[in-house]
DNA sequence: ATCGTACATTCCTGTGTTGACATGTCGCTA
DNA sequence: TAGCGACATGTCAACACAGGAATGTACGAT
């Protein structure tokens, strides 16, 4: 929040709006947390009411103190690497659902890779130009962060899909052998 | 949990240990949850204490409920996308801090990812070989993602550490040819 | 003139998460 | 045999988060 107050000015309801609009995909945040959020800054210092609109309208703007807390956090902090994935913790559980099914669930992540990744395109296609020189150059290396992972998402779901498979041929080998085995 | 316990009893103990050793980094948890949570999936009748131990040990096993379950989720409760990145997050404010600053930041991200990618590499060699060969492979499955998402972040910060390297190039044209205007 | 929609904030409930604290047992070894 | 370290479980307070309900205002179109 802080740093988009840095870009100007905004109430909490325009906050919610760009979270919905644009930052919905590294930051989800409800209305909730969002007003909630802004008393506590204000009450902090790092933000202020800078002028009251119509319907109760409050708009924010940042402070030094803020501006400062939000440089501070960008270079100082060190950035946590976001652990928990459900989708990868199937993963590990696989083996409990069959080599079809594990197989189908690798699939299904691979389509939905190609799937968000088409969808990244699009955004690209919808906001290139816009903004100046350095704005227009940090959005662009956020979307090809959201373009190179879901394409490596793909290729690892094809990839491991390919392995599930071999291991189902592997598999069905075996079984003939043993069942020629018994015949004789 | 129920994915735990599908591979064999266990009590909250020796589940703690598995998430710290070996799951902690797709699904870390506290031994706080931990224990709730098997408190309350033994009233939903999803697992069962099967023995008791010594120092008051209670020994948890799957039940069939639980294995119902736990097939239901693997196969058909669509996986949710991890979003939520501080680490992106950052860059999309990062022209608060200046190109220099800016530059440093991916950097030292390209530089955690190759540290990352070798720690998953050191992972491999010592599990490699280990378990039958459904668990082996899915092991082995989830470890090739986290592979190919620290290169991928690599080769991604590399990148955008070249972008913002190219504009502060053009910055200091602009301002040396400024600069001659101004002389003459 | 009025009615729907977008604007705008606040509060509430339930759940997930963390970290700290409390408590106690068993096995080994100096 | 005293004590340490690993084993083992349980509880609590604080905070983050999601979703929704409640409330009201201003603007634009018919």
Redesign the pocket.
């Given at each position: 929040m802080l740093g988009l107050l840095s870009a100007g000015p905004a109430?909490?309801?325009?906050l919610?709006?760009t979270f919905e609009l644009s930052l919905e995909n590294v930051w989800?945040?409800?209305?909730?947390?969002l007003?909630a959020e802004?008393?506590r800054l204000a009450k902090e210092g790092l933000v202020r009411v800078a002028a009251e609109?119509?319907?109760?309208?409050?708009e924010y703007e940042i402070t030094e103190e803020g501006r400062a807390e939000l440089r501070h956090w960008l270079v100082e902090v060190p950035p946590t690497m976001t652990r928990?994935s459900d989708m990868l913790l199937r993963v590990f559980f696989l083996d409990q659902v069959g080599t079809g099914a594990a197989r189908g669930y690798l699939e299904r992540l691979a389509e939905r890779a190609v799937h968000e990744h088409d969808q990244l395109l699009g955004i690209r296609e919808f906001v290139i130009g816009q903004g100046d020189d350095a704005l227009r150059l940090y959005g662009d290396i956020a979307l090809e962060w959201g373009l190179r992972l879901t394409a490596a998402q793909r290729d690892w779901a094809e990839w491991a899909a390919g392995r599930v498979a071999a291991l189902e041929q592997e598999k069905a080998l075996e079984h003939e052998k043993a069942g020629q085995a018994v015949a004789e």
């Open positions: 109430s909490g309801y325009d919610l709006k989800p945040a409800t209305q909730s947390q007003y802004l008393g609109g119509p319907r109760g309208r409050k928990r």
